[in-house]
């Protein structure tokens, strides 16, 4: 939230499908195709650059944000399943314990094993033609008692540290035994937005 304004905050391949939607495009609730299922519509991205002519940049974030066009299909201070949600900010450390609600995996929790990870390749294509984005500042987590943290579909889950509920980092990618955050604190200041 910024100045009274309300945000969705998901990835970009999320939100604008890996940099192709343009700034406006209507959001819809998952699964939605009536009208009355727009929320938001799409406001930033932070593009997710990809090697070209020799060259392999580095990306901090897969991240992207929308206003909420409709306040009632929306509810600020709450996380589905989780009832100790704080919307404070925490800086995320290794061995912290976190949890995350995720369309896919609901509720799971785990550890965070390393923090400001570099060089962490996410595949936005498929195996046959696959496209390769690389990213630095990463937060690596696994989940409890030899099960995933999350599973593809739970994207965008704001991961918070468990005891007090605060977010530390947003999900954005996994290979099943790891999962790949970027930290919130540097997302939610590039969109200049606090979490509601």
Known sequence: ??????????????LADTNALPIG?????????APNN??????????????SGGVTPRNRMDAAIASITQANLVQPRTMFGI?????????????????????????????????????????????QAPRI??????VQIAGQTGQPFSLP???????????????????FAG????TTACDLTAVCSRFNVVPA
């Open 1 to 14: 939230m910024v100045g009274g304004q309300l945000f969705a905050l998901s990835n970009n391949h999320v």
């Open 25 to 33: 495009t209507q959001i819809m609730q998952p699964f939605g195709v």
């Open 38 to 51: 727009v929320f938001a519509r799409l406001s930033q991205i932070e593009p997710i650059q990809f090697p």
């Open 83 to 127: 009832a100790n949600y704080n919307p404070t900010l925490l800086a995320a450390r290794p061995a912290m314990r976190v949890t995350k609600s995720g369309r896919t995996t609901a509720v799971t929790k785990g550890t965070i094993t390393a923090i400001r990870v570099n060089g962490v390749t996410v595949n936005y294509g498929s195996q």
């Open 133 to 138: 984005a690389v990213f630095d500042n990463c």
């Open 153 to 171: 579909g739970d994207s965008g889950s704001a991961i918070l540290e468990q005891t007090s509920g605060r977010p530390v980092a947003l999900l």
């Open 175 to 178: 290979n099943g035994t790891s």
